[in-house]
Every structure is written in structure tokens, then in C-alpha cells.
């Protein structure tokens, strides 16, 4: 069986919008992820700051990777998202996932998404389906 690491490695190398995003994992174990990004010019909106969707997608992706840790394959079915502070150029975004309940067929995870100062800029709420599907390569 494959270890979470190599889970999560695997699903980032599949990855072209988290590569593009340019996440890295950072720390990975069964129902946790930690992931960050630096915030680049493409990635603000019209008010110079980051776009919204940026948070929100550093958080989907390490839901993304939290929740498949087990080896079998999970995806989300619902999501939400608060933004508590702006994000800046040049920010480094850190988004923790942290599970907060697994079923059979659910599990649901929070996320937090820190800038470099350990401010909170984000909350994110996801839960996933758990699917019967191993992780197989």
C-alpha cells in the first residue's frame, strides 16, 4: 500500500492547475494535508489583491490530498469558503486540512489558510464522497 505522501505526490503530478497554482506539499499524513503557494501578478484581481479563487483552490487542493490519503479516492461534493483578510502579491498562503469526520461514504475536513505571518485569510469547509476506487500506480 502506498504511503499518504506518495498518494498526494502522485495526485499533485497529475496536477496541471495545482502546478500552475504552484503548490507545494509540505506535509502529508492519512486525513491531513498542509500545502502552500506564493502569490504571483496573474493571480490578482482588479482591486490589486489576490483573487479570491486563489484561496479557495489552494484550499479544494488540499482537501483534494487530505482526503484520498487512505488510498481510496474521494471527491468532493460540497464545498464553502469565508474570506476573512486580503491576500497580497507576494503572499505565502499556507492551507491546513484537518479531517473532522470520516464515515463510510463521507468525510468532512476543515481548512485553514494562513498568509506568511499566521494571519488567517480563509475558511474553508469541504466534504467528500468516498468512493470504493483504490489508488492504484
Request: hydrophobic share 45%; charged share 20%.
Amino acid at each position: 500500500m502506498k504511503t499518504p505522501f506518495e498518494i498526494a505526490s502522485h495526485m499533485l503530478s497529475q496536477d496541471a492547475f495545482s502546478h500552475w497554482l504552484g503548490i507545494d506539499l509540505s506535509e502529508v499524513r492519512s486525513g491531513y494535508c498542509k500545502a502552500q503557494l506564493v502569490v504571483r501578478p496573474e493571480m490578482l484581481n482588479g482591486f490589486h489583491i489576490a483573487h479570491g479563487g486563489i484561496a479557495y483552490s489552494l484550499a479544494d487542493s488540499a482537501l483534494a490530498f487530505a482526503s484520498n490519503t487512505y488510498g481510496i479516492q474521494c471527491v468532493s461534493i460540497e464545498t464553502s469558503i469565508s474570506h476573512v483578510l486580503k491576500v497580497e502579491l507576494n503572499d505565502v498562503l499556507i492551507a491546513e486540512a484537518v479531517e473532522v469526520y470520516r464515515g463510510k461514504k463521507t468525510a468532512i475536513y476543515e481548512v485553514r489558510v494562513q498568509n506568511q505571518h499566521n494571519d488567517l485569510v480563509a475558511l474553508f469547509k469541504g466534504t467528500v464522497f468516498i468512493t470504493q476506487k483504490e489508488w492504484e500506480f
